[in-house]
Structures are given as structure tokens and as C-alpha cells.
């Protein structure tokens, strides 16, 4: 029982990267019917900017000799990582795919994959084809729960994973921009002609979800603190099957998906050995998608979105 | 200053002339009919001032602002509501929302405000929303807010349609065949509720229409088209009268 509990927290952890990029990817298809190829790799970027956020911050805190308690730090990374990698999005959206939007959906798709090799060799020349090390931002502590273990470092990953895709199911549901992130997802061509600047969602999308993975980078460093420019390639592809399994276009679908999928992974290596891990996982996504083949939220017809 | 002036607009497309030298002018709080037989480029017009293409050659002046400079989301801002001939709701969304969406560009609360619930966000949903159900008890949907479109029928999915138009605060409202595909009855419904719209509102209108009884009923102007011009204009005993107008509708050799 105790075993099981310790890999319903692990699984909740592992989840928690595959919900957050996952969201990202059905944004901008719930918006653009469009799959951006490049998030894994925007993912990725993500973590590098948290990880030089983190770094400078901690060697700022140490030249000016401050003492920067671990949590501010964590805070700051996150909110200037999560920031920066929304501007990261905003031009891929700038620069690959608005020269696009009427061009057939194949060329954008292929757009996303160049983009995405783009920024894995453009790291790669940048920084060296050494792996960085994520400064260890949280103190890591072990809570003993009547035999089941846990760290401070999972509760906070899990709690920030949760309450973000909670923030942004919320954002989507509540206001004017979600409203009209839904409205485009159906309607392209009407929408603008309410008042509604077509653009400026589209760029939004592409920040959210840009932001969402950099929280996962993040998140991602803090938990496995090896950092590499293919890291987003698996987390990537991953999580686009997480964004199709939840239904395209729909944010608590993905998250839910995604979290699903954390939990398989973990709940096979519990009782195969690892390296039968993704090869039974995927088996049985395989077979859930089979019965279900528009996903837990997904509706068949494609233009049928919820976001 | 006239509220809409368009001059000399002529569209063509991939070749094919789509409308040709075409002008009106329309007062604040006047009722326009635009009529002419099916591919007479009645909504490709509607298309043109709105924005969704630019015209090849001529002027759209909207309050004394050149339309051909702006995006359609500014267009709608500046107060140019329209309505679409074959129904263009978002099939998810509910009556409400539909309306509220449509005033997408009077709310003023930021990014921040929409993440953590500010104080001025809760304001402008609330006064919003109330301004929403008022839109919608001014076409008669009041008390569906809560419904989703699909589950509505017709003739209502007509009214949440010229109900979200009117949600962009329009001064000039643009109505695409609002009566295609009603009865006698739904129709004479929609006509006092067009002229109640006006009566409240003093929004000027333009509408396309196939219906002679409807725009002679409304419209104190009516232009016909056929083939992308104009061939008569006029009040609408004039049109009723031109034998141009006839020939375009019947066919020649018809006598009336």
C-alpha cells in the first residue's frame, strides 16, 4: 500500500511536465488548428532561461552578498523564465507561422519541425554539446508520511503544476481573451468582425502556452537537474500525444491526459522492468485511444473545439 | 457628415468582377435596403465595408475614418455591427456569451486584471453583463442566456445573431438576409422587432434582403443590384416601379 501511494506521488510528478507542455500544444491547435511541432523544443528553451535565470540569480545573490532566501528565487525564476519564453513563443508565432496562416496546414506543420531543429542545433552551437546542471533552488527535504516518502521538492512541483492549468482553465473560461481563444477556435473568419483583434489572441495563445512550458522546464530542472538541448525532444512528442489523448483543443483534457500518462509510466515500471517502461505504456495508450478516438473532451468533428 | 460613404467601389476577384463602381451614403438613424438577385454581389459589398476583403479600386468612409487603412477587428470597434446570411454563431458557446464576446473592445481590464480577478474586472463583467441581458431583451431572447445556440431554433438563432451585432455598440448596423429560411409569421416578427431596434437605438441599418414586402416595409432608400451594379435607386415605390428592377427579378417580357 505504502509502494503504491509512493508511485501515486511519482506518477503525479511525472504527470505534471506531460500536463503542462500538453496544454500548450492544444492552445494554439484549439486557435490555429495548427500543431506546433516546435513546443518541445520551446519547452526546452524554457528550462535554459530558468536555468540562467537561476544561476545569474544566485551569483548576484552571492556577489552583492544577500542572502536570497530559496523560495524567492524559485518565485523570481519562474516568473522571469515564464515570461521570457512567452516572448520565445510570441516569435516563433511572428516569424514562423504568421507568414503562413493561409499556406496549407502541411507546410506550417513542417514550419514547426524546422523551428524546432532550429533552436536544438542553434543551442547546440551556442553552448556546447555539454549538459548544464540546474543549481539545486530547493533544499531538498524528506517527509516521512507513514512510510510514504516524499520531498518538499515533488509537493511543490505538484502543487504549481496543478494550480497553473487551474489559473489557465479559469483565464479560458472567465474573461474576454479565453472567450475569444474559444470563439476563433470555431470560427475564424466572423470572430474579428465582432471587435475581437485576431492577432493579438493568436500571440497570446502562443504566450500562454510558451509560458506554461517554461514553468515545466523549470519544474523539469528542479526535479532532474540535467540539462541538454535534446531534452525536449521525448517531453515533447510525450506530451503531443497527452494534448491528442485529452482531446484537441481542450486545456483540462490535456492536463488530464497528461497527468494519466504520468501515472502509467510510473504505475508499469512499479511491476515490469524499466525498459519495457514506454514500450507497454505506449501499448496501452494505444489501446485507450482505440475506444476512444477523439480523446477524453474531443469532439469528432474537427471544428468543434473546446477550449 | 454622412455615417457610411463609399465611392466608387469596384471588387473584383481572381479576375471576375465582383461589384462595380458602387456608392451610398447613409445618415445617422436611416433604414437602407440593398436587393438585387442571388450573385449580385449583395454580401461581397457587406464583406468590403466590413473589412473581410479590400476593395481593388475606391473609398469606404465610416464617421470620416478610411476603412481600407483598418483591420476588421477595428472596423467592428468603431461601431459597424453585422449579421451573416448563412448563420455564423459559435456553436459551443451560450446566448450570453455570444453577447459578451461581441464586446470584446469595450472592455478595458488588462491581462493582469483578467489572471487575478481585480476589482475594475469584476466591474466591467458585471456592468457587461447586465448591458448583455438588456441587448438581449431588446430582440426578445432575454431569457435564454444560459442556452447554447444549437439548442435554439431558427428564427431565435436569427435574433442572437443581430443581438451580437448590436453588442459592438454599432451606430450603422449591417443585416445579411436576416429573414432567409423564416415563415410569414417568424417574418412579421422580425420586421417589429428590426423597427423596435431602430426605435430604441436610432442605429442606422443596411440590410440585403430577397423579400420585397420586407424592405418595402422598412427601408426609406433601396438600391438593386444586379451583377455587381447598381441599376436602380430609389424609394421603394420607385423600385417597385422600375421596370429595370422587374427585368432583373422576372425576366423580360413579363408585365405587370
Known amino acids: ?307 | 457628415m454622412p455615417l457610411l460613404n463609399v465611392e466608387h467601389m469596384t471588387h473584383f476577384f481572381a479576375g471576375l468582377r465582383a461589384v462595380h463602381d458602387y456608392s451610398i451614403r447613409i445618415e445617422p438613424g436611416e433604414i437602407h435596403g440593398l436587393i438585387g438577385p442571388n450573385g449580385a454581389g449583395k454580401s461581397t459589398i457587406f464583406n468590403l465595408i466590413t473589412g473581410v476583403f479590400k476593395p481593388t479600386e475606391g473609398k469606404v468612409f465610416f464617421l470620416g475614418k478610411d476603412l481600407i487603412k483598418l483591420p476588421p477587428y477595428e472596423i467592428a470597434a468603431l461601431g459597424l455591427g453585422r449579421t451573416f446570411q448563412n448563420l455564423r454563431l459559435w456553436r459551443h458557446m451560450s446566448v450570453l456569451e455570444h453577447i459578451k464576446m461581441a464586446q470584446f473592445s469595450q472592455i478595458t481590464y488588462g491581462l493582469i486584471g483578467a489572471f487575478f480577478g481585480t476589482g475594475k474586472r469584476n466591474r466591467q463583467e458585471k456592468e457587461n453583463t447586465e448591458k448583455a441581458l438588456k441587448i438581449m431583451d431588446l430582440v426578445g431572447i432575454g431569457k435564454l442566456a444560459d442556452q447554447l445556440v444549437p439548442n435554439l431554433p431558427y428564427g431565435l438563432q436569427r435574433r442572437v445573431e443581430i443581438a451580437r451585432a448590436l453588442a459592438v455598440n454599432p451606430k450603422l448596423l449591417l443585416l445579411d438576409e436576416p429573414t432567409a429560411g423564416m415563415n410569414t409569421e417568424e417574418l412579421i416578427n422580425l420586421i417589429n422587432i428590426i423597427r423596435h431596434i431602430h426605435e430604441r437605438t436610432g442605429v442606422a441599418i443596411l440590410l440585403i434582403e430577397h423579400r420585397m414586402k420586407f424592405v418595402t416595409d422598412l427601408c426609406e432608400r433601396i438600391q438593386t443590384l444586379d451583377f455587381g451594379e447598381i441599376i436602380a435607386e430609389g424609394n421603394a415605390e420607385e423600385i417597385q416601379n422600375n421596370p429595370k428592377v422587374i427585368e432583373a427579378y422576372l425576366g423580360k417580357g413579363v408585365k405587370t
Not at chain 1, 552578498?65 to 525564476?77: A, E, G, K, V, Y
Not at chain 1, 483534457?253 to 508499469?268: K, N, P, R, T
Not at chain 1, 511491476?271 to 507497454?280: E, K, L, Y
Open chain 1, 1 to 307: 500500500m505504502q509502494y503504491f501511494l509512493q508511485n501515486v506521488v511519482n506518477g503525479l510528478q511525472w504527470g505534471s511536465f506531460y500536463a503542462l507542455v500538453a496544454i500548450g500544444y492544444t492552445m494554439v491547435y484549439g486557435v490555429l488548428m495548427l500543431f506546433n511541432f516546435a513546443h518541445g523544443d520551446i519547452f526546452m528553451v524554457g528550462a535554459y532561461i530558468g536555468f540562467f535565470t537561476a544561476t545569474g540569480l544566485v551569483a548576484l545573490a552571492a556577489v552583492g552578498n544577500i542572502i536570497l532566501p530559496s523560495w524567492l528565487i524559485l518565485t523570481l525564476t519562474m516568473l522571469i523564465a515564464m515570461f521570457l519564453n512567452a516572448l520565445v513563443g510570441m516569435a516563433v508565432e511572428r516569424i514562423g507561422y504568421r507568414p503562413l496562416r493561409d499556406a496549407p496546414r502541411a507546410s506550417a506543420a513542417i514550419t514547426g519541425l524546422m523551428i524546432g531543429i532550429i533552436l536544438e542545433t542553434g543551442n547546440l552551437a551556442l553552448l556546447g554539446a555539454s549538459r548544464l546542471a540546474f543549481p539545486p533552488l530547493i533544499k531538498p527535504e524528506v517527509y516521512n508520511i507513514s512510510g510514504v516518502y516524499i520531498t518538499n521538492q515533488k509537493i511543490i512541483i505538484i502543487i504549481i503544476a496543478l494550480s497553473l492549468t487551474f489559473m489557465l482553465h479559469l483565464f479560458i473560461r472567465k474573461t474576454k481573451w479565453g472567450m475569444a481563444m474559444r470563439a476563433m477556435a470555431y470560427d475564424f473568419v466572423i470572430t474579428p468582425l465582432m471587435g475581437v483583434p485576431l492577432n493579438t489572441i493568436i500571440a497570446l495563445t502562443f504566450a500562454l502556452g510558451s509560458g506554461l512550458a517554461a514553468a515545466a522546464g523549470v519544474l523539469f530542472g528542479i526535479a532532474y537537474p540535467v540539462l541538454g538541448p535534446y531534452m525536449g525532444i521525448i517531453i515533447g512528442w510525450k506530451a503531443f500525444v497527452a494534448a491528442i489523448l485529452g482531446g484537441r483543443g481542450s486545456v483540462l483534457g490535456a492536463a488530464s491526459a497528461g497527468f494519466l500518462m504520468g501515472f502509467i509510466e510510473i504505475f508499469v515500471v512499479m511491476i515490469f522492468p524499466s525498459t519495457m517502461r514506454d514500450f507497454i505504456a505506449y501499448s496501452i495508450i494505444l489501446l485507450i485511444l482505440t475506444f476512444l478516438p477523439n480523446g477524453f473532451f474531443g469532439e469528432p468533428f474537427s471544428a468543434k473545439l473546446r477550449l
